[in-house]
């Protein structure tokens, strides 16, 4: 049983599919879950949404961030804001875990603001998980991790140490992959080549023995999915991940293209949606339910704004595992192996 | 008429296919074509193809230099490799420009050992093409060009001013696109977000009126084509030319699945087989002939290593184009605007 914190207020579709989402969790799973908002909506959307309610405790936020706002004038001038008080309460102890599809930048903010580094961790990274061709671990899990994608501009060799001890650990618990391979993103494979913090990180990692470091990886892996878990600055992260986004989009624009231009190409793109829709399936981000904020001494999973019950629902399993796996323990059993690095 | 040395010997099909292409090129054009290279080869390949020899002359380079190298030991330890040789007598005002489908990292720096640097840049870059979704000037141009993509590693915020005039003015000459739309990659749309170099590359440009500089783009803009020209180090200009060749890759194994995978999904994909051809075809590096290394007082055409005679011809016309619109004087015009750099 995990105890974990959910921002009812963050997120598109807001508290109606959050809180529809934690109730399917609270019939599925023996989590004890802390729903943070306006009492008055979370009831109401719990009166006609299937839940136990001996596992759903509400926390009353009276304030809430939206999308729009500046994370950071938000952050500090409300208070009372859900994602504050869901903070508040895993940093005083009253839960374990939390969960949040709300604002991506007052998340980071909020959880900056209370929580502690992890120990031995230099610096707090965002990730995000992305389709591959290649599938892995015990569940044939066709993601990859990345971090961080934003939570850092600029980062050091010893951030990026960090950033691969936590998400080889992350990695194991999630995708029951017992040895992910971790890799530095760089511009060659070879390992002198790349940023001086690629190279200093290089060197230090390829020297470890929990980890199972791979290496240098370049663009061309990405999709390919030749690493478990892709370890970068986030000015890198967050370029790679737009670009997936992007060309995803492009695809689907250039489909619609050939549908309507040529009727031999409208049926195979009939004949071949079974196909796609399968694939979209697999792939689908919403069946993954959120990434980690992860070098916290507490974790926050953040859930893709336009969540809706079920990605929330997963995200909240996900937020679970982390706590069953001991994900903070073994960052500092991971960290410490390069022990100089975090003094 | 413009005098263009070509490195017979470069390439993984050369001298024969670069010597076609070049072959092809003198019965089309009224350029001055020099084939640097080992005389009795280049002879027997033209002894069977159609050319005209009063537009071919042989310039003998007794060596070359192989993919497979060190780049700078060969450029070192050969100076009478065909990449060397064609370098000097364009320096020495033999030719205008030069063409090679050799070592990318060979050429790069024989050009650098010899030539200056453009007045008032501050650095070379290598650039490359890429397919997007909007087609843009005159000729319907599906490409857009980035830059750099493996000249440099770390920038300056100059260096990336430098690379913003050099793109136009390649952009405008080459697609007959007057006003290219150019635009500095970063981590947001927001002029006061990305590494210092970039926002300080945004504020000078951005008080520029020769070149169309539309701001910053982020990842997810990169295969849409918003913009003609994308502006950014080496280190991240790599990351995204990798990453979209390995997305096409992997698009193309996909496809090569789903067709051993299911009859409804194999008929798809040979309804769709005229269509992916046409895209193919529109979209083909082939097509458009090489990317130029531009920021020294001569331009340098690098075709693709896998470069066959169409590719060379193509390249070789480039080259052309780039003599006739006087390139290296529009840069130095561009650059003037942002005199106090140059200094």
């Given at each position: ?135 892995r671990g015990e ?10 994608v934003g939570a ?6 010893r951030d990026l ?183």
């Open positions: 049983m995990a105890r974990i914190a959910v921002d009812a207020m963050g997120g598109d579709h807001a508290p109606d599919e959050v809180v529809r989402g934690a109730a399917q969790v609270s019939m599925e799973t023996d989590h004890h879950l802390l729903l943070v908002g306006e009492p008055a909506r979370i009831e109401a959307i719990l009166a006609s949404a299937p839940h136990n309610s001996r596992r759903i405790e509400i926390i009353p936020a009276a304030q809430s961030i939206s999308m729009e706002e500046d994370p950071k004038a938000a952050v500090e001038g409300k208070p009372d804001a859900s994602i504050n008080v869901a903070v508040r309460i895993v940093k005083e102890g009253q839960a374990d875990v939390l969960v949040s599809a709300g604002s991506t930048g007052a998340g980071i903010l909020a959880c900056a603001k209370r929580f502690s580094r992890a120990p031995g961790v230099s610096r707090a990274a965002l990730a995000s998980v992305y389709p591959t061709e290649i599938r569940k044939d899990d066709p993601f990859s991790l990345i971090l961080d850092t501009v600029n980062v050091t060799g140490v960090s950033f691969a001890v936590m998400g080889s650990v992350y990695a194991s618990i999630i995708s029951r992959n017992a040895r992910p391979k971790v890799a530095l993103l760089s511009n060659g494979t070879e390992e002198l080549k790349g940023l001086p913090e690629i190279k200093e990180a290089h060197q230090t990692l390829k020297n470890g023995h929990l980890i199972n470091f791979t290496g240098n990886i370049e663009g061309v892996d990405i999709p390919r999915g030749t690493a478990d878990v892709v370890v970068c600055g986030g000015f890198h992260g967050n370029l790679v991940v737009k670009m997936l986004e992007g060309i995803g989009e492009a695809a689907m624009r250039l489909a619609f293209y050939a549908y309507k231009k040529h009727i031999l190409w409208k049926l195979g793109l009939l004949a071949l949606r079974s196909g796609i829709k399968q694939l979209k399936q697999i792939t689908d981000w919403e069946q993954y339910g959120g990434a980690p904020l992860i070098g916290f001494d507490h974790l926050m999973i953040k859930a893709h704004g336009r969540s809706r019950a079920l990605a929330v629902k997963n995200a909240i399993k996900v937020a679970g595992k982390t706590v069953h796996g001991r994900l903070i323990e073994k960052i500092a059993t991971g960290m410490a192996e390069f022990g100089e690095l975090g003094s």
